[in-house]
C-alpha cells in the first residue's frame, strides 16, 4: 500500500462523503481510505460513501444531510468527495451557503462538484479546491505523485505556484481563479448560483464532449456575456470523445483556433487539469497571478482557505440597542482609530434601523461586524487586523445577503473602498458608477442581483 504524502507536518481531519453518484468501485474508495490514514490523517467515513439509490448515492435528502455532517462535524477540516456523476445540482436551492461559509471546512473535488463550487463562491464567497477525488484519485491502482503532491502542498500553505507549459499568447495577468467542468458552468447560466466574475481567470475542463459541444458550450458562455469578463480562459484535459469521417478535419485544435478568433479574450490551452491522473489542485475563488512568455506559464495563487486554521468564530444577527457596545468598539476600532474616519461620520444616525451582523471569537469576543440598510444597502463592514485572511469577512457578508434575500430584496449595493473590490468581486459584487471620495478614502459602489 502506497502512502499518500501530505504536506511536512501538516495532517488532516478528513471526512470522506459521496454528493451525487454512488461509489461504483468500492474497493477504490477502501483504498483511499487506507492510503490517507497510513499518511497520518484521521479520515471519518460518511454512510453516503457505501449507500447506492438510483444512480446516486442516496435519495436528495440524504445527500444534503451528508454535506452538513461534512460542515458540522468539528473532526472534520477537509470534505474530499468521493466521486462525481451527478446530484450537485439537485441540492443547490436547499444548501444554506452561510452556515458552510462559517463552518470553515474545506471541501475538494472536481466534475460535477463544479456546480457546488461556483454555487458556494455566488452565495458565500466560499474558496473551495478543484482538485483530486477519493476514488479516482486517493483509490486509484497507483495515484499520481504530481497530483497528490500538489494537492497537500496547496492546502499545506497561505499562498502557491507552480510553473507549467500553456499554448497560446504571451499574457500577464491576475484576478479570481474561477471555473471548472464545462458543462457545469454552462449549465448554471443564468441562474443565481453562477457568480458574476469580473477581471477573473476561467479554467475549464471536460470528458464525453465532442468538440462541437464543447464549442457550443463556450459560445453560450460568449454569448451570456462571461467570456468578455475574464482576463484569460485556461483550457485543461478534454478527452472521452470520438472524431468520425463527418467531422472532415473538425477537431478539437480546429475548435480552438475558432473560438479564438471568434472572442476578444486570450485562450490558453494544455492545463494540467481535468478527468486525467495528474492534474493541479486549483482554488476556486482564490486569486491567481499568471504570466506566460513564449509558453513558458508560472501560475501563482494566493487569497484561499489555509490550513491549521480552527473552527473558532461564529457570526451571529445583533440588535443595536443590545449589542451597541460590541458593534461600537469595532466600528471604532477599524474605522475611527485605523483609517481616520470622523466620528461624525462614522456615527450617521441610521444603526438603529439597521439589520446588524456580529461575528465573536470563541469566547464570545466582538472580531467583525456589518450592517444592512433597510433599503438593501450593505455597509460598516469591519474585521479586527488579527482575524482578516480567517474567512470572517465572508462570513458576515454571507450573512448580510442572505438577510437581504429573506427580507424580500432583488438586488443588494455598497461602497467599496478601492482597496476592497476584489474581495467584493469574489462575492458576486459588480461595479458600477465612477471612483468617488468618501471620508478622505476612494471608493466604488458595486451591486449584485438576487435572483
Same mark, same amino acid.
Request: charged share 20%.
Given at each position: ?66 454535506? $452538513?455532517?461534512?460542515?458540522?462535524? #468539528? ?35 472536481? %466534475? ?13 464567497? $466560499? ?5 483530486? $477525488? ?39 495577468? !491576475? ?16 441562474? #443565481? ?67 479564438? !478568433? ?31 512568455? !513564449? ?6 495563487? %494566493? ?6 486554521? #480552527? ?73 479586527? #487586523? ?20 429573506? $427580507? ?44
Amino acid at each position: 500500500m502506497t502512502a499518500v504524502p501530505p504536506a511536512p507536518g501538516c495532517r488532516w481531519g478528513i471526512g470522506l462523503y459521496a454528493p451525487a453518484g454512488f461509489a461504483t468501485e468500492p474497493a477504490a474508495v477502501g483504498r483511499a481510505i487506507a492510503r490517507l490514514e497510513a499518511a497520518g490523517h484521521r479520515v471519518t467515513v460518511d454512510p453516503t460513501c457505501g449507500t447506492r439509490w438510483q444512480r446516486f448515492s442516496a435519495t436528495d435528502d440524504e445527500r444534503l444531510a451528508a454535506v $452538513m455532517r461534512m460542515a458540522e462535524d #468539528p473532526a472534520v477540516e477537509l470534505a474530499i468527495a468521493v466521486r462525481g456523476g451527478y446530484g450537485w445540482s439537485r441540492l443547490l436551492d436547499r444548501l444554506d451557503f452561510a452556515a458552510l461559509a462559517r463552518s470553515r471546512t474545506r471541501w475538494l473535488g472536481h %466534475s460535477d462538484f463544479t456546480a457546488f463550487q461556483l454555487a458556494a463562491l455566488a452565495h458565500a464567497g $466560499m474558496a473551495t479546491f478543484a482538485g483530486p $477525488m477519493a476514488a479516482y484519485d486517493f483509490g486509484a491502482g497507483t495515484p499520481s505523485a504530481f497530483t497528490l503532491d500538489h494537492c497537500w502542498r496547496l492546502l499545506g500553505a497561505e499562498r502557491d505556484a507552480v510553473a507549467c507549459t500553456l499554448d497560446g499568447p504571451d499574457i500577464a495577468c !491576475a484576478g479570481t481563479l474561477w471555473g471548472g467542468n464545462l458543462a457545469l458552468v454552462a449549465h448554471l447560466v443564468g441562474t #443565481p448560483h453562477l457568480p458574476q466574475v469580473e477581471g477573473g481567470i476561467l479554467f475549464l475542463e471536460d470528458i464525453g464532449e465532442h468538440p462541437y459541444r464543447i464549442e457550443r458550450m463556450l459560445y453560450q458562455l460568449g454569448f451570456a456575456g462571461v467570456l468578455r469578463r475574464q482576463r484569460a480562459v485556461l483550457l485543461g484535459t478534454f478527452n472521452g470523445f470520438d472524431l468520425t469521417p463527418n467531422d472532415g478535419g473538425y477537431d478539437f485544435a480546429a475548435m480552438v483556433e475558432a473560438v479564438r !478568433a471568434r472572442w476578444n479574450v486570450p485562450f490558453l490551452t494544455g492545463l494540467p487539469f481535468g478527468h486525467c491522473p495528474d492534474k493541479l489542485t486549483l482554488p476556486v475563488g482564490g486569486r491567481c497571478a499568471l504570466t506566460v512568455r !513564449a509558453g513558458a506559464a508560472e501560475l501563482a495563487f %494566493s487569497e484561499y482557505a489555509v490550513a491549521g486554521v #480552527p473552527h473558532d468564530f461564529r457570526v451571529r444577527l445583533a440588535e443595536w440597542p443590545g449589542d451597541q457596545p460590541a458593534l461600537r468598539t469595532i466600528r471604532h476600532a477599524v474605522f475611527v482609530t485605523e483609517q481616520h474616519v470622523p466620528e461624525d461620520l462614522e456615527w450617521d444616525g441610521s444603526d438603529g434601523v439597521c439589520r446588524h451582523a456580529l461575528a465573536e471569537d470563541a469566547q464570545g469576543n466582538a472580531i467583525g461586524c456589518g450592517r444592512l440598510l433597510p433599503d438593501g444597502h450593505i455597509g460598516r463592514m469591519a474585521v479586527l #487586523p488579527a482575524w482578516r485572511g480567517r474567512g470572517v469577512g465572508s462570513a458576515l457578508l454571507a450573512t448580510l445577503v442572505d438577510l437581504a434575500r429573506e $427580507m424580500g430584496h432583488r438586488r443588494v449595493a455598497l461602497n467599496a473602498q478601492t482597496g476592497a473590490l476584489p474581495f467584493y468581486a469574489r462575492h458576486g459584487f459588480v461595479p458600477c458608477g465612477a471612483e468617488f471620495e468618501e471620508a478622505g478614502i476612494a471608493h466604488r459602489a458595486m451591486e449584485r442581483a438576487l435572483r
